[in-house]
């Protein structure tokens, strides 16, 4: 079955045809590093990761960019209220930024490129749109003919004329038109600079992307994507730009993610929810983080509530519970089952309705519920009276295959320390306490599974690590 992207630009899901057979050209849009990313940041850069793995799965050869923009007006305000070098700053946020995003499960991208690092090619680019007339400079600024575009709007399916109603000009801009946009900004005093044809200056935030985009992948590119934030005015512009520039069509295919909300209210400093990865990672699993994610469709707004988290821990905890009970079963069945086929089949349809899924514009929710159909199938497996070598590796098999598609780990690392065992322990008395018995029995299980042998007394639960 082919796979079917929903395309932005059309609001219809189309057939995915790479524009060279095989291989995939992919930019996200990254973040501007003058903080640690929050969890509405993470949601992209986890969705088109897996997205990423899923093409790769697929047999596609698979070149992957995601930006930083290291300079902005908020890194100016950042660096200046620390005193500090934005150079310094940015440094510190990348590092952060990766050091959040593995903790998630994603991978690096194969090229991270920097504004900073593509000023001259930014100037040139600049150069070329003015030689078009596309764009225009006005006392030291550089703005682009919003107008002079034939189909701006097409992304984010508005009319000029319907824009041009909410637009305004600024304090202190020049522009010719209220719809024009900054490509080049001349330099305020104190504000980080680069010498350029116009004077000294720093680059738009619009016109960064289309540049490095350009550099590292060419004209055109298969799937460009991002936040459904982003959609307008970004990658309108990033469109207008490009295409203005390249005498080409710039992205084939836009997907864009949809919002978080926290507790059913939108993300903002000002009501006080602004979560950031750095510090919801020190008190949930960042795996837990990633499945949560994953447990809604990509385009669906997602809620991020402490009982849906829990739910989404809960449901993994029990995932990865049938993975340890199905590979401790493994080192000690023979090959002794009498309808070894007709399981291997069940297996095999998960793997179909896991595909099915994920060509169905990389739908994540309905691959996790594979997931959790493959983890019923491999408990019933268990209560067999004979269970074959063969169909317990093909569900270890299966499950390491979807989880390494979605970025999930679930084989779960022998040697749980001392305190873990404990805490796991006390989870299980106090649901023996509130009489959820199904959640004592799965951790009684999964400590089995790993070899942990408890033993209820009346002095309380005792527990040893199996010989």
Known sequence: ?????????????????????????????????????????????????????YLQYAGYEVKFVSNFTDVDDKIIKAANELGEETSVLTDRFIAAYFEDITALGCQKADAHPRVTEHMDDIIEFIKVLIDKGYAYESQGDVYYRTRKFNGYGKLSHQSIDDLKVGARIEAG???????????????????????????????????????????????????????????????????AQSEAHNDKTFARYWMHNGYINIDNEKMSKSLGNFILVNDIRQQIDPQVLRFFMLSVHYRNPINFAQDLVEAAKNGLDRIRTSYTNVAHRLTSSASLGDNSEQWLEKIGQIKVDFENAMNDDFNT??????????SHIANVYLNEANTDKEVLQAI?????????????HIKVEAGLL???????????????????????????????GMDIVLEDTRQGTRWKRGQ
């Open 1 to 53: 079955m082919t796979i079917q992207i929903f395309n932005s630009l059309t609001r219809q899901k189309e057939p995915f045809i790479p524009l060279e057979e095989g291989k995939v050209k992919m930019y996200v849009c990254g973040p501007t590093v003058y903080n640690y990313i929050h969890i509405g940041n993470s949601r992209p850069v986890i969705v088109y990761d897996t997205v990423r793995r």
């Open 173 to 239: 801009e020049k522009k010719e038109d209220p719809l024009d946009f900054a490509l080049w900004k001349a330099a305020k005093a104190g504000e980080i600079k680069w010498a350029s044809p116009w004077g000294e200056g720093r680059p738009g935030w619009h016109i960064e992307c289309s540049v490095m985009a350009r550099e590292h992948l060419g004209d055109t590119i298969d799937i460009h994507a991002g936040g459904q934030d982003l959609t307008f005015p970004h990658h309108e512009n990033e469109i």
């Open 365 to 374: 929710a309905n691959a996790v519920s594979a997931l959790f159909e493959l």
């Open 396 to 408: 270890l098999t299966m499950f390491d295959t979807i989880g390494n598609v979605l970025g999930i």
């Open 418 to 448: 001392d305190e873990e065992i404990e805490a796991l322990i006390e989870e299980r008395n106090q649901a023996r306490k509130n009489r959820d018995f199904a959640r004592s029995d799965e951790i009684r299980d999964q400590l089995l």
